[in-house]
């Protein structure tokens, strides 16, 4: 049984840990709810991982403690329990001790960079910078009537969408106005509230540009004439410098538009939903392998599990122990999902991992040692909630280890399969088939060789019966192979009409024709 300690220790890491990676607390508004918590998860597993490694074998943090400073450990914590100081060298005293410091930086910073941090915020200000710009009839009329309280002249409002001097004015008016009304929306409220010296600065910027935009509006009206080319001259240079201070509120008003999407909206379709009900023209181009996908297959593989072990059970599994097999569909469902984010998502961002003229095989074999390392843990974690004990989880997965070979090989098949391009002789219904065929036979063969393994390391009672072995192995990986590697290639034209059914549902309540692109080819 666990005890008191490791339990208390494992919540105090997870805890800071996943406090520490949200340093500084801009990092979850600069990415995708899936990417952010998707690296976070991986930096609490990682955290829990060297957790149970140091109380495992603690003479391992002896040495840490002895590079450490002098008065590093105060008398009372030499009196804890080995669990509770290795969960105090992971948390408070971990910038202390370099060796650790070091590697929880190196292991920071990567997982941020998969999880795109800073970058997605940054591209998608990049994308309403340039994109178009609409305002509603309703808001030009409200926006119409507060310029002309303050004193401007009507022939200065302009709703052209251009980057004229004008029309960048405009934007920058509407866009604020847009902001207020954030401040009582239900979903911004808490950004706003979190982001308020921002946005109040914002709001100073533009509010002292008010009376240089109006004075300049009114030399360009006055004096832009061909008799006084020396005041023209002047007047220009006024006109540029007080709209590159426009260029920069406008840019700060991306960037706090970019990070309140990113923030509260979770999900690639709730993003999509906001921006539309906002009133923005979007078209958009989901993820290779989006949520939606992987939530998909993880549902059908613990379906087709839950009913091999509920029809295809041997006698000797009585009496049946529901809370067992659904842990376990879980915990299969679990490592095939993984397994195919390890073949898939690296493909974006490491340049070795996509095909040029040879087919990358290094990644193939990255990928699949990726999935058995991710895998590793969620094994012996869902066996930990079976045997509620640690240690017991791990003395049984060192005889059923050999399963992970079917992580390796769903990882480096599908990363290899969606490599494939259709061609005329082998069009996308015939290759999809003849994938998903492939995948299938691999999984079969892969179940023979786990079985032979697991006789050798397993008592034979705990090896399944090779036959349910390879029918369960076939279906998945059928499917698996049928599905994935056609979603991956074709995501990129989700609108075969160039996203003109996006672009007609009218114009933009924030006035941006947008194109939210996640294409990574083109990013």
């Known amino acids: 049984m666990l005890s008191i300690d490791v339990l208390l220790g494992a919540t105090f890491v997870v805890v800071y840990a996943a406090d520490r990676f949200n340093i500084p607390p801009l990092d979850r508004s600069s990415t995708t709810a899936i ?3 998707s690296a976070a998860l991986f ?11 140091l109380i495992q074998w603690p003479h391992l943090f002896t040495p840490l403690l002895q590079h450490g400073t002098q008065d590093t450990l105060s008398s009372w914590t030499r009196d804890l329990s080995s669990p509770l100081l290795v969960a105090l060298l992971l948390t408070t005293l971990l910038p202390k001790f370099p060796a650790l410091a070091g590697i929880d930086e190196w292991i920071t910073k990567q997982l941020r960079y998969l999880a795109a941090i800073p970058y997605e915020v940054r591209r998608l200000s990049a994308e309403l910078r340039k994109s178009d710009f609409h305002t509603p009839d309703e808001l030009r009329e409200k926006i119409t009537a507060q310029l002309i309280d303050e004193g401007f002249d009507p022939a200065d409002i302009v709703f052209d969408g251009s980057r004229t001097f004008q029309s960048l004015w405009i934007k920058s008016s509407v866009l604020m106005e847009h902001l207020a009304a954030w401040e009582s929306h239900p979903k911004f409220t808490r950004f706003v509230g979190s982001f308020a010296n921002e946005l109040s600065e914002l709001k100073r910027e533009h ?39 426009i260029e920069h509120v406008l840019e700060g008003i991306y960037h706090f538009i970019s990070r309140g999407v990113l923030r509260c909206e979770l999900t690639h379709s709730a993003r999509c939903e906001q921006l539309t009900e906002l009133g923005f023209t979007v078209q958009l181009v989901p993820l290779r392998l989006t949520v939606n996908h992987l939530l998909a297959l993880f549902l059908g593989i613990n379906m087709v599990m839950l009913f091999c072990f509920l029809v295809l059970r041997r006698g000797d599994l009585n009496p049946f122990n529901f809370t067992q097999v659904f842990v376990k569909c879980f915990m299969i469902a679990s490592l095939y999902t993984v397994a195919l984010c390890c073949a898939i998502y690296p493909k974006a961002k490491w340049k070795f991992a996509q095909s040029s003229n040879f087919r990358p095989v290094a990644f193939y074999l990255v990928a699949g040692i990726l999935a058995v390392s991710a895998g590793v843990p969620i094994n012996v974690g869902f066996r930990s909630l079976i045997t509620q004990d640690l240690a017991a989880a791990w003395a049984e997965f060192t005889t059923v280890y050999p399963w992970m070979l079917m992580s390796f090989t769903t990882a480096f098949g599908i990363a290899l399969l969606s490599d ?36 050798t390391t397993a008592a034979p009672e705990r090896v399944p019966d090779l036959a349910i072995m390879m029918l369960i192995a076939s279906i998945i990986s059928f499917a698996i192979g049928f599905f994935v590697p056609t979603w991956y290639r074709e995501a990129p034209s989700q609108f075969p009409d160039g996203g003109k059914t996006c672009a007609n549902q009218g114009p933009s309540r924030f006035g941006f024709s947008y194109l939210m692109n996640f294409d990574d080819q083109n990013r």
């Open 207 to 245: 509010r002292q540009l008010t009376p240089r935009v109006k004075k300049c509006l009114k030399l360009r009206r006055d004096l832009f004439s061909d008799a006084i080319k020396k005041v023209s001259d002047a007047v220009s240079e006024y006109q540029k410098d007080v709209q590159e201070q």
């Open 420 to 455: 494939n391009k259709p061609t005329v002789t082998c069009p996308r219904s015939r290759l999809r088939w003849f994938e998903g065929g492939i995948q299938a036979v691999v999984g079969m063969i892969t179940a023979w060789l786990v079985h032979e393994w697991l006789l």
């Open 43 to 53: 930096y609490c597993v990682f955290g829990l991982a060297l957790y149970a490694i």
């Open 35 to 37: 990417r952010y918590y």
